[in-house]
């Protein structure tokens, strides 16, 4: 053989090896997983949040492959805004959500608790007030204006139902209506059922419950439409799963999800008829 053609071939030889080396899929370096932000409705305060959903997103983190940052605001009316700009990848989120955003974001549902909640109307246990129509001119403490069972519902019905005028007090978040109310400060809150179950006894046994609303559709968990469809998909397992073995439906009852299931659009959409548009009220940047 030539010193040319020896050489040639010790070129070609060096190109094959790297070449081998450059495909090999135990020296390639892995995709990075995907990263996605989930944003939880500020119901409680910060705290309380995470100690509920920590758990719960570390255990989606393990079935999914997926990474999650968990992300709350102190405020309901700071997570609208975020809401309006579709800043979150999930969502666990206010019911109504589902409808105003269908267009401009296109959050669409994965899970819910398959029990309905209701709005509640509670007043602290002693006070002379016996009926939704005795509020008339009466201030009322509120999460926020768009919380759809706590606020929307509960002005639409009193207005609409017992023409009642009332001062509606924003004070945040649902724990905080009801401080309010058992502290004198409001004639009477509106929350959720669930959320009022939730509170510290030392809450909840000095209010009294005066109205209850027609039974809405579950805060669900939601991926936004630019989410690709099988880690959305991947979600809706990991949850469903876990409600179905003991260990992850203790997590899930905390949120609290009692029984939860498959969700779609068309379980949301029913809420267009219910006349809650003109209690609506947009978000800077909506």
């Avoid at 020896?6 to 030889?13: H, K, Q, R």
């Avoid at 509670?122 to 069972?149: F, H, M, R």
């Avoid at 509606?168 to 959720?192: D, E, F, M, N, R």
Wanted: charged content about 20%.
């Amino acid at each position: 053989m030539t010193k040319g053609c020896g050489f040639a071939m010790t070129v070609i030889a060096v190109f094959l090896l790297l070449f081998l080396v450059a495909g090999s899929p135990l020296l390639s370096t892995p995709a990075a997983a995907a990263t996605y932000t989930i944003g939880i409705v500020p119901q409680f305060e910060q705290r309380k949040l995470h100690a509920i959903w920590r758990p719960v997103v570390d255990e989606l983190q393990r079935r999914t492959g997926l990474t999650f940052r968990l992300v709350t605001t102190l405020q309901i009316q700071d997570f609208d805004k975020e809401i309006s700009k579709g800043s979150f990848d999930f969502i666990y989120v206010n019911p109504y959500y589902i409808v105003q955003a269908r267009k401009s974001q296109g959050y669409i549902p994965l899970v819910s608790d398959r029990t309905r909640i209701h709005g509640v109307l509670v007043v602290k246990k002693d006070s002379p007030y016996q009926d939704a129509a005795s509020l008339e001119g009466k201030v009322i403490a509120l999460p926020s204006p768009n919380a759809l069972g706590a606020s929307l519902m509960i002005r639409a019905d009193l207005e609409q139902r017992f023409h009642v005028t009332m001062e509606p007090l924003y004070v945040k978040t649902h724990s905080s209506v009801y401080l309010h109310v058992v502290q004198g400060l409001a004639a009477a809150g509106g929350g959720i059922d669930k959320t009022l179950k939730e509170q510290p006894a030392s809450v909840r046994d000095l209010l009294r419950v005066i109205y209850t609303t027609r039974p809405i559709p579950s805060h669900p968990v939601a991926a936004h439409r630019r989410v690709p469809k099988a880690d959305a998909e991947k979600v809706r397992q990991a949850l469903l799963a876990m409600g179905q073995d003991p260990a992850g439906r203790a997590l899930l009852a905390k949120v609290p999800f009692r029984e939860i299931g498959p969700t779609t659009l068309k379980e949301y959409l029913q809420m267009v008829d219910w006349g809650l548009e003109r209690y609506w009220q947009p978000v800077a940047g909506e």
